[in-house]
Structure formats: C-alpha cells, structure tokens
C-alpha cells in the first residue's frame, strides 16, 4: 500500500480516540522515526509504499495508541530544548513548561558561566532533561542531579552520555536528607506536585502510563517537596545562590508564602505559555 493511502486509514482509525491533527502528528512523527522521511519527502513522492513489514510495526503502534500509550513511550524518545532524550515507563515525559523553566536558568546565568564554574544540582531529575539541558547550554558548569528512583537514573545517565555531557548522579531521597553533599550555585527542581484532587484534569495517557512517583503529591502536605529542598538549599547555597522551581499552577501563593516565611529574598513567581502559575526563582 501506498504510504499516504495509509495515512488516511491511520488517522480514520484513530478517530474515536484522537483529533484529526493529533492522529496526522502522530503518524508523521512515526514516519520519521522508523523511516527518516518527512512530511516534505510525502508530498514530493506520492508512490512511496511500505513493505509487509513495515505493516506489521505501524499496525502495532496503532493498537497501543488505541489504548493510549504515549507516543513518546511508544518511539522511546522525545525531545526537549532541542536536544534528544531517551523516555520510558520509568520516567516523567519531559513537558513545554520545562522547557521554558530551564530557558529561564540559562538565560539568567549564560554571562556567569563564562567567569565561573558555575555548580549546579537538579533534584528529581527523572530522564535527566533539566540537567543534561543545563550541561550542554552552561558548558562550564558542573551539574550533579539526583532522583529516588534507580531506574530513572540509569535513564538519565544515558541521556548525559548521549547528549556528550557530563552530569554526576546521586541516587537518594531528598525527603531522607538532613544536609546536601556539597555547596551549590544553583539548585532546580521540577517534583511531583499534582494532587489527588486533580486527577479528573490529568488525561488518561499521563494517568494510565507515567510514573506516579513522579507526578503525585500527599493532598494534605503538597509541599513537602517544595519545603524540604528549600531548607536544603538555604544549608547549601553558596553566595548569591539561586533556587528555581517548577510549581503546581494552583499553588503560586502558597509557594510564595512559604518562601517569604523561610526568608528567601527577590521571590520571582513566573508564567507559562498557557498563563498557568508554574515557576520560581527565588535567592537566599
Ligand atoms: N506538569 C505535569 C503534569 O501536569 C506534572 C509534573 C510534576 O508533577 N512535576 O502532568
């Protein structure tokens, strides 16, 4: 059959379950992926065809996107900040809103990378992507991340050798720790923050297929991520240190209240792009 009669058909198939755009985004993103060709190679050569087995793969990804698995799970990758990450079951898909987080951070210390080895540690790293990011834009950084989870770990490392950085990994619990192990420029994290009360909004391809550990957050104390690794860092912040974090959209006034109350100074609350609460910056 004829790539493009397929698309149609691909796209058909999916409609009790996805939009026309979506469905057609998903189809071109396999087609890269298992077959580098493009939109554009498509549209220059209507006859292109796949093969029997080629059959066979497309008919499986379209089973699992049935039952909406993620795309990026299903390709085991995605990619973030223009680079490419490894993604699996084990670890949190990289989302947009992180992206912009981490543009912040290096927007704001792009000039101190220059005069200094700037020494940096994401908490709850998961694929790695704030980390590796981070690595590859602020070269002379020294950047550690840790993660509870072993799994998402090994994922990470990956992520680092793939993308040709350098980032030391620290197996830990945050909640467990009294003292950080060394002194830090900056400290980022991006923890679970989602509550119980607002599963209904999280769609059933997050709910169904992420990992739990890092998106759901105890109703009763949502900040105990936010509140412990903020005590950590004003132990362990060097000198105009920074502190970001990337927050539950509901909670900007509770996280600015917490943080004016530990003393932090120059608290930043920040937007999305969907005008959403979502990031902090804040100095001790
Ligand atoms: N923004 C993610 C979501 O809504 C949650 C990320 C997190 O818990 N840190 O799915």
Known sequence: MKIKQYRTQF??????FYDAYEAESFFYLILENKHKLRQIDLALNHELSFTEDDFMVWDSLLEELKKEVPI????????????????????????PETEELVEWIIKENKIFD????????????????????????????????????????????????????????????VLELELLKYEYDIIVSNPPYVRNLEKEEIKKNVLDYEPHLALFVDD?????????????????????????????????????????????????????????????????
């Open 114 to 173: 220059k005069t200094k080895k700037l020494k940096i540690l994401d908490i709850g790293t998961g694929s790695g992507c704030i980390a590796v990011s981070l690595a590859k834009n602020l070269p002379n950084a020294d950047v550690f991340a840790m993660d509870v989870s072993k799994k998402a770990i090994e994922t990470a490392k990956k992520n680092a050798i793939n993308n040709n950085v350098r980032v030391t990994f620290m197996y830990k619990n």
């Open 72 to 95: 990026q799970y299903l390709l085991g990758k995605t990619s973030f900040y223009g680079l490419d990450f490894e993604v699996n079951e084990n670890v949190l898909i990289p989302r």
């Open 11 to 16: 796209i058909q198939e999916l409609s009790p």
């Open 220 to 284: 009763n104390d949502a900040l105990v991520f936010y509140r412990k690794i903020a005590a950590l860092a004003q132990k362990s912040l060097l000198e105009k240190g920074q502190l970001y974090f990337e927050i539950n959209q509901y909670l900007g006034k509770e996280m600015v209240d917490l943080l004016e109350k530990m003393n932090f100074k120059n608290i930043h609350l920040r937007k999305d792009i969907y005008d959403n609460d979502r990031m902090m910056k804040v100095n001790i």
